[in-house]
């Protein structure tokens, strides 16, 4: 009975930590539109721990659609090529909050940013038959992250439950940044 209750207190726990993400107040799509260099990651999937040492930076260009939505195509840089992957993102009734259906169910949100230097975007996945996962990322303008943004990361994820072993500062990559600015 005592683990039925701790088993049932850890899945309230999940549930409420992901309902209480925040979102950057006030977002602005259109500021945040242009390409970013994904810096930092931190997870819990399963995949993105087994790769976790063979990652280095990736590249994302984010372009506003006309009706709100989000267009994210993502560069990751794998055995010397870029493997581009393309994202539509459909706007929620709150700025900032996306979600995507393709392949299982995401919520995306850009939980802070200052639109020219750094932004902090959460990504929460279902998929059926597989646990769900959380992830944080570093998003910087330039190809390199300052201890103050680091540290700022930092406590974006542990204020969504994620821990210090989780995460990875990528070692920097030019390969996606160039082929995305093409």
Known sequence: MAALH?????????????????????????????????????????????????????????????????????????????????MLLKKTDQPGHFTNEENGRKDIRVMATDYETHGFLYYFKEVPGEPSSTTLQLLTRVPEATPEMM?????????????????????ESDVCAKMLSR
């Open 6 to 86: 701790s088993l049932l207190m850890l899945l309230l726990g999940v549930f409420c930590t992901q309902a209480e993400v925040p979102v950057q107040p006030d977002f602005d799509l259109e500021k945040f539109s242009g390409t970013w260099h994904i810096m930092a990651a931190v997870s819990n999937c399963p995949i993105f721990q087994s790769m976790r040492d063979t990652m280095t930076t990736s590249a994302a260009i984010v372009k506003p659609l006309p009706n709100g939505d989000m267009h994210l195509m993502v560069g990751y840089p794998m055995a010397g090529e870029c493997k581009k992957v393309g």
């Open 151 to 171: 540290e700022k990361f930092k406590e974006h994820y542990h204020h969504l439950g994620l821990t210090d072993d989780l995460m990875v500062a990528l070692p």
